[in-house]
């Protein structure tokens, strides 16, 4: 495992108070809602041995710094909606107020804060995702409970830090009510601060939900995020791994837990789908005596019949 850094990431901005984006929330969630609570249908992320060897041998995920976990196009797109919004917005603002802090948050939405995720899909066995993120079938999907999470991304959060669990959105004029939501709730005359604070709050918030838009050509693969945002001072730092020719900054989200108090230390997996390669049956085995010797023994372990190969 990578060692942690010493001092605060420079690669974007942290937020004083993560608090303070928990309205922006709840006002986005009449268009869906977090996933931890009220679902009880497992979550399922998909990995390559390896990711799999580690996840299990360390009872834990990695949360990975935003811009370094997804293809250029994909952080395009969102950016691409975001900057449309606000244009309009600027153009059909009304008051000068109401002109001056769109043109706060425009100015705000270049400085990049600090957001990490950890990529889950809502369905086992998706072609799409052994081609994408399985290692092209030769991979695990494994799935979790993720009602195990709630004290995590619950309304306390890990202390220092804002993280929850949402949907991916596909649908562009719902992204683009989604910025103007959030928008809004930055103007609301309950929002305290000064108008250059509430501009600051908002812009972070649009940045908190960009990794949840995607173009809609993606929409099979019914994806979701775990995203994570800490505040300026959080007591841990992010860890640092090297991925695609570059150091690549995240959280372990087994440090996160660590925050709470009686947490177990293994994760909430509930079952292992090894993808449909040419040895799934020989790592079948290998797999449940992985799980037994570290202590998930009641985990079943199965074979995609999808006749894929790679």
């Known amino acids: 495992m990578s060692a942690a850094v010493t001092s605060p990431s420079e690669i974007g901005h942290r937020l004083s108070n993560t608090e303070e984006l928990k ?11 977090d996933l931890i609570f009220g679902v009880t249908e497992r979550l399922f992320h998909y990995t390559d041995l390896g990711g799999f060897q580690g996840i299990i041998s360390g009872h834990d995920l990695w949360l990975t710094h935003l811009r370094y976990s997804n293809d250029e196009e994909e952080l395009l797109h969102g950016h691409r909606v975001v900057s449309a919004v606000v244009a309009d917005e600027i153009n059909s603002s009304t ?17 990049q804060v600090d957001v990490y995720i950890c990529c889950f899909c809502l369905e086992d066995n998706l072609l799409s995702q052994w081609r994408a993120y399985g290692a092209n079938g030769t991979g695990v999907s494994i799935g979790i409970d993720p009602t195990e999470f709630a004290s995590l991304t619950g309304p306390d959060s890990p202390p220092g830090g804002l993280l929850r669990v949402w949907k991916v959105f596909y649908e562009e004029k719902r992204q683009k009510n989604i ?8 103007q609301s005359p309950t929002q305290p601060g000064t108008p250059q604070e509430r501009a600051e709050k908002t812009a972070a918030a649009i940045q908190f939900f960009l990794p949840t838009f995607k173009n809609e050509h993606f929409a099979g693969e019914q994806e979701c995020r775990m995203i994570f945002t800490p505040q300026a001072g959080f007591q841990l730092s992010p860890k640092f791994r090297v991925g695609r020719s570059m150091l690549v900054p995240y959280f372990s989200l087994k440090d996160l837990r660590g925050l709470l108090t009686q947490q177990l230390n293994e994760l909430p997996i509930r079952s292992v789908l090894l993808g449909p390669s040419g040895n799934k049956l020989l790592n079948k085995g290998s797999a449940e005596m992985m799980l037994r010797a570290y202590n998930y023994a009641t985990v079943s372990v199965d074979c995609s019949a999808i006749p894929f190969r790679g």
């Open 95 to 111: 008051t000068p107020e109401a002109r001056t802090f769109l043109e706060a948050v425009k100015q705000k939405l270049t400085q």
């Open 23 to 33: 309205p922006f929330l709840i006002a986005v969630g009449s268009f869906q809602p």
């Open 179 to 186: 910025i103007k939501t959030l928008l809004r709730e930055g």
